[in-house]
Structure formats: structure tokens, C-alpha cells
């Protein structure tokens, strides 16, 4: 899809007109993404500090306010999290995460007494 090109117009190039999309990315492209890359965050990043642990929680604000001047978050993502943030599944998270672990201890428990009756 090439295009006749004057001293004003811009050249039209086409997607296999660019060679140097096909390459492997090397380790100064990771590099500079990393360094100068504008991040832009999704709806799940912002779910996900209710349902992590302090810890993790506390690492992930940090990485964002690192990236501070280059964070961008789309109005789309804004309005998933503000409806979402109040769902059970975001809320509720650690609680449900609680119930099933202490359901599996139940089972094991219940488990090993049984097997221990039964000798």
C-alpha cells in the first residue's frame, strides 16, 4: 500500500512496510519502555488492592507513586472500578478466601479422625 509522496505530503507506509516491527525486541527496547514507557493501569490493578494483603498492597501503591508523572488511567477503567469496587467478590474477598480455607482444615480434620477411627 505505498502512496505517491510529494515534498508536503508524508509517505504512506503500509504494515509490511516496516522491517523493523518484525524483530525481536532487544534488551535496550525493554530498557527504554521500562524507564520512559507510559503505564497505563487496568481495572484489575485498582480491584486488586482491596483483595491483596497489606504487604503486597503496600508494594503496589509504591510502584504506582513511583510512576507518578508517567501512570495514566482511561475514564473506562475509572468507571469499571467505581462500579465494581462494592461488588462481594471485591469486598469480601479475604472474608470468602477465610470461609474456604477454614472449610478445607474442616474436611481435613474430619479426614484424619475417620482414618484414625477406622485402624
Known amino acids: 500500500m505505498a502512496a505517491h509522496t510529494t515534498s508536503d505530503q508524508p509517505q504512506v507506509r503500509g504494515v509490511f512496510d516496516c522491517d523493523e516491527a518484525h ?3 532487544l534488551r535496550s527496547d525493554y530498557k527504554r519502555i521500562f524507564d520512559s514507557g507510559l503505564v497505563v493501569l487496568d481495572t484489575n490493578v485498582l480491584l486488586n488492592l482491596y483483595r491483596s494483603n497489606e504487604s503486597t ?3 503496589t ?3 504506582l507513586a513511583r510512576l507518578r508523572e508517567r501512570l495514566w488511567i482511561p475514564h473506562q477503567v475509572l468507571t469499571e472500578f467505581w462500579r465494581n469496587r462494592e461488588s462481594p467478590t471485591v469486598r469480601h474477598h479475604h472474608a470468602t478466601k477465610a470461609n474456604e480455607a477454614s472449610a478445607a482444615l474442616d474436611k481435613a480434620v474430619n479426614a484424619a479422625r475417620t482414618a484414625v477411627t477406622t485402624c
Open 23 to 25: 524483530r525481536s525486541p
Open 57 to 59: 498492597r503496600r508494594d
Open 61 to 63: 501503591l509504591a510502584a
